[in-house]
């Protein structure tokens, strides 16, 4: 989801739109409309500019170990200098998934999917270690998933 520097003001319709596509990401606009008393058309258009200022991403979220990826991991990374162009980078790499800047002991997360260990492996130490500013790395394999959610609703 794109960096925004100011949060878009929501209005109570808009919210009830992302309620309802949280809770089902297929539902339709016309049923989308009919619980928010709006036409299939009009939620149509606030979807469309719920996506194009990046308040929300409509995507199928998958089960990266049912597609053929062995290895999921989080990696810590702390740097030297400015944060933010390390992000970027981490950003720029097809593996990582998620990247958030952190208050801390560690800068950056970097959520990272990969196709084996060796995989996994290349990634941190040839790519991820590599990128300028990056001062170590701890990475954090995952064993077990047990909760992911998207339907936290709207404030």
Same mark, same amino acid.
């Given at each position: 989801m794109p960096a925004r520097t100011s949060r878009p =003001? %929501?209005?109570d319709v808009?919210? /009830?739109i992302i309620e309802q596509l =949280?809770?089902?990401g297929r539902r339709s606009? /016309? /049923?989308i409309g009919k619980v928010v008393g709006l036409s299939e058309a009009a939620? +149509? =258009?606030r979807v469309q500019r719920l996506v194009d200022t990046g308040v929300m991403q409509i995507v199928a979220v998958t089960d990266p %170990? &049912? %597609?053929g990826f062995a290895r999921e991991a989080m990696v810590g990374i702390r740097v030297s200098g400015q944060i933010a162009p390390v992000a970027d980078? %981490? /950003?720029e790499l097809d593996e990582v998934t998620y990247v958030v800047m952190t208050a801390g002991s560690l800068d950056i997360l970097a959520e990272v999917v990969a196709e084996s260990d060796e995989d996994l492996l290349e990634i941190v130490s &040839? +790519?991820?270690r590599r990128i300028p500013g990056v001062a170590s790395t701890e990475t954090f394999v995952y064993l077990s998933l047990r909760k992911q959610i998207y339907s936290w609703g709207v404030r």
């Open positions: =003001q %929501l209005d808009s919210k /009830a =949280q809770q089902d606009y /016309a /049923a939620v +149509r =258009q %170990l &049912e %597609l980078a %981490l /950003a &040839e +790519r991820i």
